[in-house]
């Protein structure tokens, strides 16, 4: 076992606990924070099951930032998408025996990494060329672009310009899963590929990544419209009553 | 009119994005409240001297108070998808007025002071510590949010700058720098009942007073009853309506409403208001307080039911957030919702045909409707989804025979605030009330040119007055904004039902 290997080694489960960890406090903080009042966006559905296809229209369509500029949505959309194909690609490295539906996706994970990259180069411009969102962009906004790119090229180039041992790869990932180490191949550009991801996994839940979970959370989506039905009472406004 | 002292957008036939003018709309913001102002809502009388700490300290436990809140800070990707909607982004192009650079005056204390990227890298995540310019920066630009929604209708995480700008505002009258319009307006109601501070005696004069117009006019002798032991409903309307233009003619339509359909209603003089201001300043308690007057009144006057008259904020609180502030509503007639629009009382008797209308008589009208903001996204009207644009359509249908929308993009729930709401119709505040007018007032140009519209129709207090105001700044005349009850009321057939 070389010291990149181990180091390595202890880097993705450091990484894993953080973002696990980090993303849990994050759910249970929110869920745990009251929503005092009834806020939904209206026209909001009346029942259970209707927010469920308003939170399915949000979070598989993007129906709210169609709605709003079809550029944002093109690029946005297309870069989740592929980012979703890509990670089932990836899946091929932590299964033995890979299952069907990812098998059968490979080829397709190839394509949206390139989409992937185009993508978000595409939402990266914006932040230069449209100056109202040049305003808002902070350095940070500009970093999280450029981390996800370079995942994407040197990903990419792990499969078109120089490969590394990809079952030496998977055997070195399924060895973190079962916690029998297994050596990771030493070529800098995957070293390059999976440190970024590393720094990904660790910002994600400290950053404004958490628009992933929060989008679930957020009342304006996620409330039914029932408050002439239902009294909503938060328990610090209960509080409120029995004084 | 007076000349103004400031240059107005031009009315083109698109809405432009207007090009970037940083600190176009940079300024002190409106009055500030004075300790008169501050003191019956529980705040300090002027800025304390630790406003720094007090105000970190407020922000926090708003945090664990609100998930919109704590939600709303985090999520934001800095898209860009809302930077276009703001209509006073749009009327003044001041990038402070973008929603998102709006909340992330807020964002970034948040982050330097609740995040641990905001705490050690400060610079890389755009945070930054609560100076004096950033306090000010806040009561000048969060006093240029109306709260209206817009922006949330247009977000993927659907985050709504208004729950960013009502903490921003209570975090402010927490350190006692507090707005004056409000303030002064919700003292008027903790003491007296109504924002206009009008007594008891001089209510029942006013109405007394129209009580005779209308018999002039009609022959008949339609009451505006006032603390009536054992009416079926109780009436609560913005106190705008028994005053103001053209809000008092919609107040004389709910009149005749009820004098047809021979329902037996009062006013409250412990509860003679509608509007609540209490959410524009984003203060639970102080909201509760003003909510809790119309149960007591209700339980008061042993009436059955609870209607609202035209007043958008209002009708917010009333549909959202009555019913968990001052509920249960309990000892009310439980057919009905508590409380009822007023268009939904008129709208189920125009279907159930208890009324006359002849519709004919507003011949002379051509008539749009400006759909408010908080009643298009933050309510409803009826059973279904989206009532709150069908119902008040369907009245006005019955009302006059010619109706024309404005364009899709400007209506329901794309609607433009009228750019008076959430507690800006204030006089000091003219500049940004007239040029955040200007959105809907392209939209309104683009008809009266296209359809010959003569009439703008609305269920809004504050619509009524900010049109009445800016309409003419535009070159449109200031009598084409009307109460959708005025309508109602002018093509009731008196006598027939009787």
Not at chain 2, 212 to 239: F, K, Y
């Amino acid at each position: 076992m070389s010291l990149t290997s181990i180091l390595f080694a202890s880097a993705f489960y450091f990484a894993a606990a953080v973002l696990v960890a980090g993303l849990l406090y994050r759910v249970v903080d929110y869920a745990r924070t009251p929503a005092p009042l009834k806020i939904p966006t209206t026209p909001a559905p009346t029942t259970r099951s209707g927010v469920v296809l308003r939170m399915g229209h949000e979070v598989l369509l993007f129906s709210s930032l169609f709605r709003s500029n079809k550029w944002i949505w093109l690029f946005g959309y297309a870069f989740h998408v592929a980012l979703a194909l890509v990670l089932v690609r990836h899946l091929r490295y932590f299964t033995e025996p890979v299952w069907l539906p990812v098998a059968l996706l490979q080829p397709f994970g190839i394509y949206a990494g390139m989409v992937m990259v185009a993508a978000l180069a595409m939402l990266w411009l914006r932040r230069f060329v449209v100056p109202r969102v040049r305003y808002i962009s902070a350095p940070s906004d500009h970093l999280w672009l450029l981390l996800l790119i370079l995942i994407g090229l040197s990903g990419l180039a792990l499969k078109f310009v120089a490969h590394t041992d990809v079952v030496a790869v998977k055997a070195f990932f399924l060895g973190l899963l079962y916690f029998d180490w297994q050596p990771l191949p030493g070529d800098p550009l995957l070293l390059l590929h999976l440190t970024l991801v590393l720094l990904l996994m660790i910002g994600f839940p400290f950053s404004k990544l958490l628009h992933a979970p929060g989008v679930f959370f957020s009342p304006g989506r996620n409330q039914v419209d029932n408050p002439r039905e239902r009294r909503h009472l938060a328990p610090w406004a209960a509080d409120l009553e029995n004084r | 009119m007076a000349k103004l002292d400031f240059d107005l957008p031009k009315l083109g036939p698109n809405l432009e994005i207007p090009v970037l003018q940083p600190d176009a709309m940079r300024g002190v913001g409106p009055y500030v409240a004075k300790p008169d102002h501050q003191a019956p809502l529980g705040f300090p009388g002027e800025l304390v001297d630790d406003w720094h700490d007090v105000a970190i300290a407020k922000m926090g436990e708003l945090l664990g108070k609100y998930r919109s809140f704590k939600v709303y800070l985090d999520s934001c990707v800095k898209c860009g998808a809302c930077t276009d909607k703001c209509h006073y982004f749009l009327g003044t192009g001041d990038p402070k007025n973008m929603p998102v650079a709006r909340q992330d005056l807020l964002r970034s204390v948040y982050r330097r002071h609740f995040t641990l990227a905001g705490k050690y890298f400060p610079k890389l995540v755009g945070a930054r510590d609560l100076t004096k310019e950033v306090l000010d920066d806040w009561y000048n630009y969060f006093h240029q949010c109306s709260q209206c929604r817009r922006c949330s209708v247009f977000c993927p995480y659907g985050i709504d700058t208004a729950e960013i700008s009502m903490a921003a505002r209570d975090i402010m009258d927490a350190v006692g720098k507090g707005q004056k319009y409000c303030n002064e307006i919700i003292g008027k109601v903790h003491k007296i009942g109504n924002n206009l501070g009008l007594p008891e005696p001089a209510l029942l004069d006013t109405l007394a007073g129209l009580e005779e117009d209308i018999e002039e006019e009609t022959g008949v002798a339609v009451r505006l009853p006032v603390d009536v032991h054992g009416a079926e409903v109780m009436l609560v309307t913005p106190s705008a309506d028994f005053f103001a233009e053209p809000h008092i003619d919609g107040l004389i339509g709910y009149a005749k409403v009820f004098h047809q359909a021979g329902i037996s209603w009062t006013l409250s003089s412990y509860a003679s208001e509608a509007a609540n201001f209490g959410m524009f300043i984003g203060n639970y308690e102080n909201m509760r307080k003003v909510s809790l007057r119309i149960r007591q009144a209700a339980l008061d006057l042993g009436v059955k039911r609870i209607v609202f008259g035209e007043c958008g904020h209002a009708w917010r609180v009333a549909y959202s957030f009555l019913n968990t502030l001052a509920g249960p509503f309990d000892f009310l007639d439980s057919r009905y919702p508590v409380p009822q629009h007023i268009c939904e009382v008129t709208h189920d008797l125009i279907q159930r045909g208890a009324l006359t209308l002849d519709p004919s008589v507003n011949d002379d009208k051509v008539v749009t409707f400006h759909d408010s903001c908080n009643v298009a996204r933050a309510s409803r009207m009826g059973n279904l989804p989206g009532g709150q644009f069908e119902i008040p359509r369907a009245v006005i249908r019955a009302a006059v025979n010619h109706f024309v929308d404005m364009a899709d993009e400007t209506i329901r729930d794309r609607t433009f605030c009228c750019g008076g709401g959430g507690g800006l119709l204030t006089d000091d505040l003219m500049e940004l009330r007239a040029k955040g007018a200007m959105p809907r007032m392209q939209a309104l140009q683009q008809v009266v040119e296209e359809h010959g519209v003569t009439h703008m129709a609305a269920i809004c207090a504050i619509c009524k007055s900010q049109f009445s105001k800016v309409l003419p700044m535009y070159g449109l005349p200031m009598h084409m904004i009307v109460s959708v009850h005025q309508l109602v009321g002018d093509a009731i057939q008196l006598g027939t039902k009787d």
